[in-house]
């Protein structure tokens, strides 16, 4: 099923570069056309609508931060045992009953409409399993996976964009504008997984040099789980952390720029977004030239650190006026997602390189994933449902900041002894 002979008869002739580069830019084309399903609401901001004593955008992100949660645990055994027969299809079936969610949500009258994103939410949390699986386990896995990740930095900007430009030009709904940001990207999202179903698996060469991937039975990511626990919780634990920053930068950006006294305009949700992209990407995509992989796992703790730093010290540079909110929004969004792309597969295909342990990322990636998200939605309900509901969204989110990344550098350094000594007594 969405196989084209002609096609991959080339790539398969193709140089292992030419391949991966190919690969890279459809798995990107794919993972952006999916958040044209999941982000577009955060551009509306629903002023008035309340529920219950509450913003319907808080429980429209509660919702579908809850259905995206409860994807990750379901994904933790669903994506570790994953096989590459019918990937495509089932990335199709996942988004299209996604789609389905947010024609829910503008049909259905308020509040009820609030449990489409339920909907909405729980087969869009197993797509970057599903793409990365392409991907994972090759030489080129850096560039591939960087270019994969950068694409949530970029596509959030733009599909919050074209939600932003839908409602103010064409005077579309709030309620509406989540579908139709949808539809736009449906021939966008046919042709990308089409094409990406054509990639050739991992040669020879890439076993060598990454480590066979296998699937995981429960016993085996059991076994796995025991042999780095300490390490595994530290990582995780950081995870959740940078997931819950990420998700409150993500889906209040127009009420944080409000706070700051910035207008918001169309184009700013995707100004801010693009330096960050550009960076980030040639980044992570030099880490290829590492060949050796346990190198490479500690280039990629310390990136996170340094990442921790930038989100903190930017944060008080602002506080004392040393720089200006755009330049912050900037910065700290750079410092995020430094420390939070590595983690999405980069850091955990290296880590089973280096240790050479037989396994796939898809378990490491949707444990840390299920608890990231079960922390992100934790927190907003502690903002809304507790004695912070009166603070702003930008304080709310300065003071995590310094709060949880301060101790995240602190966690990360651990983790780097850790695994340290782990690899230090493999050698012996």
């Not at 999916?34 to 982000?39: D, E, L, P, T, V």
């Not at 060949?291 to 990442?307: E, H, P, R, T």
């Not at 602002?318 to 410092?335: A, D, M």
């Amino acid at each position: 099923m969405l196989n084209i002979p002609y096609i991959k008869t080339r790539l398969s002739r193709s140089s292992n570069l030419v391949m991966s580069l190919f690969a890279a830019i459809m798995a990107f084309l794919t993972y952006s056309s999916m958040y044209a399903f999941r982000k577009p609401f955060a551009a509306a901001t629903f002023e008035g609508q309340d529920y219950f004593g509450f913003d319907i955008k808080v429980w429209l992100i509660l919702a579908q931060t809850i259905g995206y949660m409860a994807s990750k645990f379901y994904g933790v055994k669903m994506i570790s045992e994953l096989r590459s027969e019918k990937r495509a299809i089932l990335i199709l079936t996942l988004i299209g009953i996604s789609w389905l969610g947010l024609l829910g949500f503008a049909i259905l009258p308020a509040p009820l409409n609030i449990f489409c994103f339920l909907v909405n939410g729980f087969p869009l949390g197993l797509i970057w399993g599903l793409v990365f699986h392409y991907l994972e386990g090759r030489r080129f896995t850096e560039i591939m996976g960087s270019i994969l990740a950068v694409s949530f930095v970029f596509s959030s900007g733009i599909v919050k964009t074209i939600g932003k430009y839908l409602m103010d030009q064409w005077h579309i709904s709030e309620y509406w504008m989540p579908f139709l940001t949808g539809a736009l990207f449906v021939p966008l999202l046919l042709i990308s997984v089409t094409l990406l179903n054509q990639i050739p698996p991992p040669d020879k060469e890439d076993i060598q040099l990454r480590s066979i991937r296998t699937p995981m039975s429960r016993p085996e990511c059991i076994t796995f789980f025991k042999s780095f626990k300490p390490g595994i919780i530290i990582l995780v634990l950081v995870y959740v952390a940078l997931t819950a920053l990420r998700d409150i930068r993500d889906n209040f950006a127009v009420e944080i720029w409000g706070d700051l006294q910035i207008v918001v305009n169309p184009e700013l949700l995707t100004k801010t977004e693009i330096p960050i992209t550009l960076f980030l990407l040639v980044m992570m995509s030099l880490l290829v030239l590492v060949k050796n992989n346990q190198k490479a796992l500690f280039f990629y703790q310390w990136i996170i650190v340094l990442g921790l730093l930038l989100t903190v010290i930017s944060t008080i540079l602002l506080q004392y006026g040393y720089i200006s909110p755009f330049q912050w929004v900037v910065l700290s969004g750079t410092g995020i997602y430094m420390g939070y792309i590595p983690f999405n597969c980069l850091l955990f295909d290296r880590l089973i390189a280096a240790f050479r342990s037989a396994g796939n990322v898809g378990f490491l990636m949707y444990l840390a994933d299920s608890f990231g998200y079960l922390g992100s939605a934790g927190i907003v309900i502690i903002k809304q449902f507790g004695i912070l509901e009166n603070m702003s969204w930008y304080n709310f989110y300065a003071n995590i900041i310094l709060f949880f990344l301060s101790i995240g550098i602190v966690m990360m350094l651990y983790a780097h002894f850790y695994f340290k000594m782990k690899l230090k007594k493999m050698s012996l």
